[in-house]
């Protein structure tokens, strides 16, 4: 990982999701040389007003994060906002394998599982779909969304096995969330400039890093 020679994908149910749960991971891999991709599953806004320009303007907003954090391209599903869970599992999974068919990811981000919105536990299920044993995958790893993740009460909580120093990387991630212009918040909501500044030095201090994103390690083969 961050070597230069990965093909990366980042999974999100929603535009801001890549952002929120990787960003800082998604511009030290471009920094290294990695070629990165995005997916937003859903057409990220609500279904039911089918507001074609909102839904374009999200995908602008989208494009615009992915320039600031250094990713090649955004792919986007277009399945129903907030709706996941009406949806049948195998469309889910063929957005995803589709996606993972034209790009032949090795590192893949997604969310975990532990999670208050469950588009995003609709997206993670359909991940290890899609990056079984077989798929040509080699890494998949699972990240926390701030105001989802942390908001899921009782349960088996996110316990992270990977930390990524993004010390370089801190600004860069907020410049990037901020083109979400709908999507941000005031201090102290999770999706505040300060939140997030203060999620990733508290989870360097798991690690000993300035910064860092925390991770789950849902497959590994080396």
Not at 2 to 29: M, R, T
Not at 43 to 50: K, S
Not at 152 to 159: L, M, R, S, V
Request: net charge negative; proline share 4%.
């Amino acid at each position: 990982m961050f070597d230069g020679d990965d093909v990366v994908l980042v999974v999100g149910a929603h535009p801001d999701d890549e952002v929120l749960g990787a960003g800082g991971a998604i511009a030290k891999h471009a920094a290294a040389g990695d070629d990165v991709h995005a997916l937003i599953v859903t057409e990220g806004t609500t279904h039911q007003y089918d507001d074609r320009d909102l839904i374009e303007q999200k995908r602008e907003h989208a494009r615009t994060c992915a320039d600031r954090l250094g990713a090649e391209r955004v792919h986007f599903g277009d399945l129903p906002d907030m709706r996941l869970d009406d949806v049948a599992h195998v469309e889910v999974n063929a957005v995803i394998e589709g996606v993972c068919e034209e790009v032949s990811p090795d590192v893949v981000y997604t969310h975990a599982r532990r999670e208050v919105n469950r588009d995003h536990v609709a997206v993670h299920d359909s991940t290890l779909v899609a990056t079984r044993p077989g798929s040509g995958v080699s890494t998949v790893l699972a990240y926390e969304t701030p105001s989802s993740t942390n908001w899921t009460p009782g349960g088996d909580g996110f316990a992270p096995s990977l930390f990524v120093d993004i010390t370089g990387h801190v600004e860069t991630k907020i410049e990037a969330f901020q083109a979400y212009e709908s999507e941000t918040r005031a201090y102290p909501h999770p999706r505040s400039a300060e939140a997030l500044e203060s999620i990733a030095r508290s989870r360097g201090t798991d690690c000993g890093a300035a910064a860092a994103e925390a991770f789950e390690v849902l497959r590994m083969y080396r």
